[in-house]
Nanobody, 123 residues
Framework: QVQLVESGGGLVQPGGSLRLSCAAS????????MGWYRQAPEKNRELVASITSGGSTNYVDSVKGRFTISRDNAKNAVLLQMNSLKPEDTAVYYC?????????????????WGQGTQVTVSS
């Protein structure tokens, strides 16, 4: 299985920056997509950004030009650089990883989630 550990959340003033990181560990053959979701109080979880193993990225419209997702395949880690933060970015952010493993010649695929990290943008 794959375990994800997140870090980097916190409290920041509007216009400030934060960087979230997420590292994967465990037993797996490969990790394909990694990314970040967020969930604000009384709102549905939404996909913020994703990145493939080849480096293709995707962002929700509300963060384009402000957030940058990147990946270190050697470390099985994904980063989310968040600039020009707004109060509406306040949420719990969850990283995920889509993995493939083999056991007894049987291929298994799944998605693992981080524990979530709080990001609060407030003056």
């Amino acid at each position: 299985q794959v375990q994800l550990v997140e870090s980097g959340g916190g409290l920041v003033q509007p216009g400030g920056s934060l960087r979230l990181s997420c590292a994967a560990s465990g037993t797996f053959f490969s990790i394909s997509a990694m990314g970040w979701y967020r969930q604000a109080p009384e709102k549905n979880r939404e996909l913020v950004a994703s990145i493939t193993s080849g480096g293709s990225t995707n962002y929700v419209d509300s963060v384009k030009g402000r957030f940058t997702i990147s990946r270190d395949n050697a470390k099985n880690a994904v980063l989310l650089q968040m600039n020009s933060l707004k109060p509406e970015d306040t949420a719990v952010y969850y990283c995920y990883a889509d993995w493939t493993s083999y056991r007894d010649l049987v291929r298994r695929q799944g998605r693992s989630w981080g524990q979530g990290t709080q990001v609060t943008v407030s003056s």
